[in-house]
């Protein structure tokens, strides 16, 4: 049977991937505000029995999630079969715990609004720190899935005698992965984050890495100074302007120019959030964890 894909706003070009690789149709829905602010969904294409996938990545999460429950919930009442959200980019997952009394952790809250209305998540690298599996917190089925491959071939193919620079110790994961997998060595640097915008970064000794071209790897790059102050410091310690390689493409602001303006000789992401810095396409593992 056929599934059907429907593509969130946004998501049309890695949808249109997805529709091709599962050989699926494309779903017809229409979405709009009314004049007064409030959402207005249809559904377009019949899916009664149908197994339908809903492209949706969650970067800016609260601009989306009524329209996208509401879709949600819609393709149950028209009778869906299997609901499948792929949200590439999974939102609130840093919040994962009480850095302060009284905070929310909306990691739980929010998979605890999404849970309900789905079968299944599909979602790639999503911030797993101190929750260590997604079934602690999702009670939908959740496959993740991951970058390093994808992101160990562009370096491969792009980088000659790369260094990879993990920016702090929840990057390890990533990080070490990818450096197996690219052949190369990885150093993993220590970061306190004093607020938003305020990282301190520490490196430990690097000299005899000097020869190499250094090559950030993250999850995320938000605010970007993660990998801002990495850089600037990397070039104090005279290295090469870095390649930075995030998987989501947040960037929030005007971030993207900032970590250009520190010095980042390449921004590379994946296409997990649709960013002019899309260099790595995951939309093949996407299709293989569906079919
Ligand atoms: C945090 O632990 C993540 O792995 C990233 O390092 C972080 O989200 C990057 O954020 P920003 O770009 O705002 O520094």
Known sequence: MRKIVIAFQGNENIAAYIVDGLMASLGEIEMRKFPDGETYVRLITDVLD?????????????DKFLSLVFLLRLLRDGGASKITLVAPYLAYMR????????EAVTSTYFSELISPFIDELVTIDP???????????????AKVLHASKSIATWIKTSVS???????????????????????????????????????????????????RTPVLVDDIISTAHTMIVTAKRLLELGFNKPICIGVHAIFADNSFQELQEAGAAQIVTCNTIAHSSNGIDLSSIIIDALQ
Do not use: C
């Not at 919040?95 to 009284?102: E, L, S, Y």
């Open 50 to 62: 149908k197994e339908v996938v809903v492209v949706a990545t969650l970067h800016r999460p609260d």
């Open 127 to 141: 911030h797993l720190h101190r929750h260590h599996s997604m079934n602690e917190i999702y009670s939908a089925n």
């Open 95 to 102: 919040q994962d715990k009480q850095f302060k009394p009284g």
């Open 161 to 211: 005698n790369p260094l990879l620079i993990g920016p702090d110790s929840e990057s390890e994961q990533w990080v070490s992965q990818v450096a197996a997998l690219a052949n190369a060595p990885y150093i993993v640097l220590n970061k306190e984050r004093h607020g938003d915008r305020n990282v301190e970064i520490s490196f430990p000794e690097i000299s005899s890495f000097h020869e």
